[in-house]
């Protein structure tokens, strides 16, 4: 009759110790059994993917803010950037804020006018100066390219007459500028036009404080044609 053969349970292969048995001369309860490490391929291929995912997120926000009304990258000086090739120094204090709708940032006959006559593009700033003698002034200049040189000169010869409206300043328009005169203060004041091809430029300004020298504005704004709200 056949030897029974040695059980098989407890061993894997002839010779070789269960899976988890400590090796020879470690006791039992200070022995850890190896874990399964995981691999690292997939781990560094999640980083790479988590982090091409926010690069996508952070490019498409620069995508979506460059094309927002009001920004033009690239173009803008920063704020308080001063003028000085001129008779005074201007230093902007507000903008530039570029639009394209005229007629929605007009009144009076000149908005009657844009909505016959749509603009192809409007810039607008506000600039400070201080005088010699300590007087502050604040000039607003509004950039308007028309579609042609005729519609261009028509808008001017609209605008240098009285009670015809005007383009709105950013004062008119809510932005806050600290010390600033009011909006009608800037139509009231003094005002001063230019134009070159399809391109008109409009200037206003006004004294902070309420000091009145119209003919003193009126230089003032001519010589704030040369900031083109820039």
Known sequence: MP???????????????????????IPPAQYLPPTEQPARGKGVIRLYQGLGLVGVALVS?????????????????????????????????????????????SFGKTQQFFQQHPCQQLLRAVYSTTLPDGLQAMTS???????????????RALTNGDQTGNVADLIREGVQVPSAPTSGQLQEGGYASGASGSTVTIALSAFVGGHQDNALLKDISNDALRTQAK
Not at 69 to 98: L, W
Not at 141 to 155: F, H, K, P, T
């Open 61 to 105: 926000g620069l995508v979506w803010w460059a094309f927002q009304p009001g920004h033009e990258s690239g173009t803008a000086a920063p704020q308080g950037t001063a003028t000085t090739q001129g008779k005074y120094t201007f230093t902007r204090v507000a903008g530039p804020a570029t639009d394209t709708d005229c007629a929605a940032h």
């Open 3 to 25: 030897q029974p053969g040695p059980s098989r349970s407890g061993t894997t292969q002839q010779g070789m110790p269960p899976v988890g048995t400590p090796p020879y001369g």
């Open 141 to 155: 200049v509004a950039v308007v390219r028309m579609a042609d040189e005729a519609s261009a000169g028509q808008l």
